[in-house]
C-alpha cells in the first residue's frame, strides 16, 4: 500500500515536471504582458533538440542546455513579431506551434536517416538518489528525476524574483500598465523581450524534461499537448508561480492516473483513460477561466506614444 | 522672445510636430521662470498635452529645441527626462492599480540590496519625508485601485518627486477633482513653489488659473499665440486669446417655461455594489423644458442613481416613470428606446469604444436602426453623412477624423462626439453627467448653448455635475441631493452658492444658517 502510493506521487512528479518549466514560462512571459501560446511549438523543439544532442554528445546535460537555447530562438521570433511588430499574439503563437512541431520531426527525419523518431540517448538526465545504486528498494521507490527538483527550484527562485525583487516589480508593471513602466524610463520592448525569450528557454528545458528523463528519445507524440496544458495551469493557477506549480502538479496527478489505472485487465479501455489529463483540462478552464484575474495588459501591443 | 538664461527652468523654441499629415504642433515656444507656477492654455486638441509629452520625453518632436536651466538638452526618452529633473503627472493616470501606493511610487527607481531585493524602508521614510513636507497625505500601504482619483493624483505627484523632479508638469489635473479637491492640489502646488520648484498646469479652468498660476503660455491649433502674465489679464481676456473670439462665460436663456411633466422618480431605493443603501428614498420630477440640476457632493449616491435610471443597476423598490411608463429594471436598451439619453461622467468606460473609429463611435446606438443598417448590412455612407454632419456641426477636430480610432482625438473631442451623438437622438429626457468635464470653454459654451437649446424644444434634462456654477448658470430647477435622498429644491434665482453648498454639507432648509 505505502509502495503504491509512494509510486503514485513518484509519477505525479515525474509527469509534472516538464508541465512545471513550461508553465512558469507561460507565467513570466504572460506577466510581462505578451501572451505565449506558442509554448507546445517551443516544447516540441526542446524536446527533439535535447534528445539529440543528447544522442550526440552522450551527455544529457548539455542536451538539456541546447534545448533551452532552441526554445529561446524560438521565443525570440516570438517576441519579435509581437513586441516589435505588434502582430497578433495569438497569431504569432500558433505559427510558433506549427514550426516547432514541424522543425522538430523535419530536422529529425535530416539527422536520423528519415525517421521521425530519434535513437535513444545512451544517458538520461540522473535521479536524485541515482549516486546510490538500485541497491535499496525503497529508494527506487522515491527516486525521483533530477528535473522534478529543477523544476521546484525553478519555481522558488521564479516566485523570489517575481516578489521580492526590482525585476519581479516591474514584470508584474508591465502586464498591468506598460505606460506606466514607460513613463518613469524603464524600456518595455527590452523587458518584454527578455521575459519572452526566458519563457521558451524554460519550455524548451520543459520539453527537454520529457525526451531526457521520462523517456530517452524524441518521439512525434513526445510533446502531444503538454504545452498547452500548462497554459491551462498558468489560468489555474492565477498567474503564479506557486499556483501554477500546484495546478501543474494536479495535471501530473492526471497523467500519473492514466498510467496507474492504464496497467492490468481495466474496465476502461486505455484510449478514453487517455483522455483524461485533457477534459480535466478543459473542465478546468471552464470552470476557472473567466474568474481569475489575468494580467490586464497581456495580449495587447504596447504601442510607444498610444494612448 | 526672450533670451535663454539660467533664469527659467525651461524653455522651449521651435517645436514643431505632426502625426502622420497632421500638423498637431507649428513651431510652438514656452518659456517656464523658475519657482513659479506657469499655466497652459489651450483649446481642446490644441496640441498642449503633446507639447508636454515632449518635453517628458515621450515623444520626440519634428524639429525644436528644449532649454532646461539655460542649457540645451535633448531629451531623447522619459529616462533622460526624468534624470534632468522633470517630472510629469499624465491626464490619464499611469498607476498599476493592483499595486500598493508605495509600489507604485518606487517602480522604476526601487532601493535595492543583494540580488536586485527590494527593500522598502529608505524610500519609506524618503517618501514620508516629502509628504510631510508637502502635506501630500496617503497612506502607502493601501492599494492603489482603493484610493479616490484625488489620492491617486497625489501617488503620482509623490512619484515625480521621489524621482527627484524640480519641474512638475501636470496635465488637466483637476478635471477629475471635486472641488474640495481642487483647493488642496491648489494648496499643495503653492508648498512646491515656496519649496523652489517650477510646476506647469494643463487646466481649462480659468478660474484656476487665475487663482494660483503667475504666467500663462497660449496655444491655438498648434500656434503659440501669447504669454501674459495672469495678474494683467481676466477670465474673459484669457477666454478670447484662447478661442481668438468674444465668448460669453455666461450663457443667455430665455425665460423659463415649462411643459407638463414627463419623467418622475418616485422614492427611489438602490444598493451600491457593496451591498450598502446609497439611495434612500430619492423623489424627483422633472417637466417639458425644463432643465433641473442636480447638486451635490460626490459620493451621495449620484452614481448609483444614475445607473438606476439607465437600468443599469437593480432598483429595490420606488418608481421611475418617463412619460407615464415604468421603466426601472427593465433594460438599457428600453431605456434608450423610451427616449432617455445619458452623457456620462466617464465616458472611456460608458461612452466610447476607444478602439473603434469616430464614424462607428457616432452611430454606436443606431446601428440596428434604419438608415444605418438595411436587412443586416450597415450602411456605410449614411454612417459617414451622419458622422460628418456630427463633426460640423459640434466642431470636432481634426475635420477629417471620421476614420481615425477615437483614441487618438484630444480628450475634449471625444466629449463633444458623445454630446452630439446623444443629442441627435432627440431624447425626451437627457441625462448628462459632467458633461463639459474635461471641455475648453469654447466648447463649453457650445455645450451650454446646446442644452439650453434642447430645453427650448421642450425636451426635459436632467443636469448633474459636481461644479456649482454650471449647474446654477444651466438650470431652471436646482435639486441638492445629500446622503440619497433631495435635500432641497429651488427655482432659479431663489439660492445662492452658499445656500446650496449649505444643504450640499447636508444642513436642513428651515435651520438658520449664520
Ligand atoms: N498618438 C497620436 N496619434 C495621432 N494623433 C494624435 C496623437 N496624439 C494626439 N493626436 C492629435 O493631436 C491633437 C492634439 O492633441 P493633444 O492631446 O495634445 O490635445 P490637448 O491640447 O491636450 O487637448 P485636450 O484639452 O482635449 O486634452 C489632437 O487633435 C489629437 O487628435
Ligand atoms: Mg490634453
Redesign the pocket.
Known sequence: MLNSILFAITITLMYSAPLVFAALGGVISEKSGVTNIGIEGMMSIGAFVGASVGYYTGNAWSGLICAGLSGGVLALLHAIASVTFQADQTVSGIAINLIGSGLSMFLSRLFFNGATTTLPVPQKLPKIFGFLGEKYDFINCINLDITVLLSLLAVMFTWFVMYKTKWGLRIRALGEHPAAVDSVGVSVYRARYICVILSGILAGIGGASVTLAIISQFTPTAISGQGFIALAAVIFGKWKPMGAYCACLFFGFAQALVIMLGGGNNAIPTDILAMLPYVMTIIVLMLFVGRSSAPKAAGKPYKK??? | MVEISKKYAVQMRGITKS??T?K?LDDVELDVKKGTIHAIL??????????MNILYGLYSSDSGEIYLNGKLQFLKNTAVAIKSGIGMVH?HFMLVDKFTVIQNIVLGNETTGRFGIIKTRESREKVKEIIDRYGLNVDLNRKVRDLSVGQQQRVEILKALYRGADLLIL??PTAVLTPMEIEDLIRIMGSLVADGKTIII?T?KLKEIKKSAQECTI?RR?KFIDRVKVEDETEKTLAKKMVGREIKLKVDKTPFNPGEEVFSIKNLHVRCCRGIETVKGLSLSIRRGEILGLAGIEGNGQKELIEALLCARHVDSGEIRINGEEIQNTSPGNVLKCGVSAIHADRHKYGIVLDFSVAENAILEKYRDKPYCERGFLNYKERDKFTNKLISEYDI??KD?KD?LIR??????QQKLVIGREIANEPELLIAVQPTR?L?VGAIEYVHKTLINLRDKNKAILLISLELDEIMDLSDTIAVMYDGAINGVFKSGEADENDIGFLMAGGQENEQCC
Open positions: 506614444g498610444s494612448r | 502625426f502622420g497632421f498637431v489651450g483649446e481642446n486638441g490644441a496640441g498642449k498635452s503633446t507639447l491626464q496635465d488637466e494643463i481649462h496655444i498648434g477636430r481634426p477624423c481615425l487618438e482625438l484630444s480628450g475634449g473631442n474635461g475648453d
